[in-house]
């Protein structure tokens, strides 16, 4: 598979960016993030792909990584992925063709099935395995989106 045309990666938090992980104290809910997909998206920035994060839930603490890494698209809260990147899309004239939905299970599909491309965490749900484009060999939150971001820069030249 090959990534030359991808213009916006849109990317599940829980599972994809984390390890799935939540991790519940007094001030609320906390999540590890990779310093390592952390880089890969930047990279993915500066080259100009657009960067969104797409999750069902919504939490201070992926508003702050999104803040950290300089990423403005942010569906969290989204109940609907597929609706919600095929909005970000249109909202960036960009064709669907030319997204890359990375997810890690089965509520990822509907947006997967949307989206010109897809990607997944080695650990991701059989079936969203399945369907994927590309599987990551590394494990969401431990570097399966710095792959793909990998690949993508490397599929554009950079």
């Known amino acids: 598979m090959r990534f030359t045309n991808v213009k916006l990666f849109a990317v599940d938090v829980d599972g994809t960016l984390t ?3 939540l991790l519940y104290g007094p001030s609320g809910v906390s999540q590890a993030f990779s310093a390592k997909d952390g880089a890969g998206i930047m990279r993915l920035l500066e080259n ?3 960067v969104a994060f797409v999750s069902f839930r919504d939490f201070a603490c992926t508003r702050r990584r999104a803040s950290d890494l300089g990423v403005k698209l942010l569906c969290l809260g989204s109940l ?3 609706a919600s990147v095929k909005e970000l899309a249109e909202h960036l004239d960009i064709p669907m063709a030319s997204v890359l939905f990375m997810g890690d299970d089965r509520k990822d599909i509907p947006a997967m099935e949307v ?3 897809s990607a997944c965490p080695r650990d991701a749900a059989v079936e969203v395995r ?16 710095r792959e793909i971001a990998e690949l993508i820069l490397e599929d554009s030249g950079e």
């Open 19 to 21: 390890d799935g992980r």
């Open 48 to 50: 100009g792909v657009e």
């Open 80 to 82: 609907d992925k597929a």
């Open 115 to 117: 989206s010109g491309m």
């Open 130 to 145: 399945d369907i994927c484009s590309v599987v990551a060999d590394s494990s969401g939150g431990a570097g399966a989106v």
